[in-house]
């Protein structure tokens, strides 16, 4: 088979735990560029926040972000596909989540948004100083998400999180019985909550079409549960070492972790050695 497209998760996979791209993964990546592929991240993180990630690498492709909620295109500063999370189900999964007493970060067009800061939150602001100010994501305070929801903003995501996984399990046990949405774990104490049908796959799936590329002409690399539907669907699947049990199941082939040259070693067995 001929590669044509790589398709790259971020957090866990293109990034070290430092949230770092390793030297080694720039490098082979240069060389995949070189060959004539095209480089795409499909991400669960906002354009905001994957925009110096995107920049580093000197991307000339969109970026898939929030799980396939959109596609978004930097050169124009637009999203290109989309189909956000309804407003009034918004509202439903808010007023449920209050209940339980979890987080919640609310994605809207251009911002990450939020109420109150967690760990999660107090550690987004933090690296996002460390950026330039062109790159530098934006992430904002609301007094409240229903007064913002209601003047019919777009809602990309929603993220819920709570310190203790069996509150947060109970919580999208009940949003799930009342609120028709994709729900996916990208961390071990975090959910995404997009519109439904949305999936790092069906938009990788469709973005490839739009160039002329069959899914099994791609690789796809990636560590979590919300990885899997773009590793079994892609014509070669690669989880990371450090990756989740489901993950390395919907896998072809299992690489190193994102600490190590998991993505170099991998690129250059199945595509740069080829």
């Known amino acids: 088979m001929t590669y044509k497209i790589v398709a790259l998760d971020l957090d866990g996979t293109l990034l070290n735990s430092q949230h770092i791209i390793r030297s080694d993964t720039v490098d082979a990546l240069e060389q995949v560029r070189e060959r004539g592929l095209k480089i795409v991240i499909v991400t669960g993180r906002h354009h905001v926040a ?6 580093q690498l000197k991307l000339d492709t ?5 799980n396939g909620a959109y596609v978004f295109n930097y050169d124009k500063s637009e999203a290109i596909a989309a189909t956000p999370l309804e407003p009034e189900k918004a509202l439903r999964l808010l007023e449920i989540s209050r209940t339980y007493k979890v987080h919640n970060f609310v ?4 911002a990450m948004t939020f109420e109150t800061e967690d760990e999660h939150v107090r550690n987004l602001l933090a690296w996002s100083h460390t950026l330039p100010e062109r790159v530098r994501p934006v992430i904002r305070h609301l007094r409240n998400f229903e007064e913002e929801i209601e003047q019919g903003p777009t809602i990309w995501k929603i993220v819920v999180s709570h310190p203790d996984p069996s509150v ?6 009940h949003m799930k019985e009342a609120v028709c949405a994709s729900y996916e774990w990208s961390w071990h104490n975090l959910v995404d909550i997009v519109r439904a049908g949305n999936s790092k796959g069906a938009r990788l799936a469709e973005w490839t079409r739009s160039q002329g590329v069959d899914l099994a002409q791609v690789v796809a690399i990636g560590d979590n549960d919300n990885d899997i539907s773009m590793l079994s669907q892609a014509g070669l699947g690669i989880a990371m070492g450090n990756a989740t049990a489901g993950a390395k199941a919907a896998a072809g082939f299992v690489t190193g972790g994102n600490d190590g040259d998991g993505i170099a070693s991998a690129l250059r067995r199945f595509v740069l050695e080829r």
């Open 50 to 55: 994957a925009h110096a990630y995107h920049d």
């Open 62 to 66: 969109p970026i898939i972000c929030c």
């Open 107 to 110: 994605y809207l067009k251009d």
């Open 168 to 173: 947060l399990s109970a919580c999208i046990s």
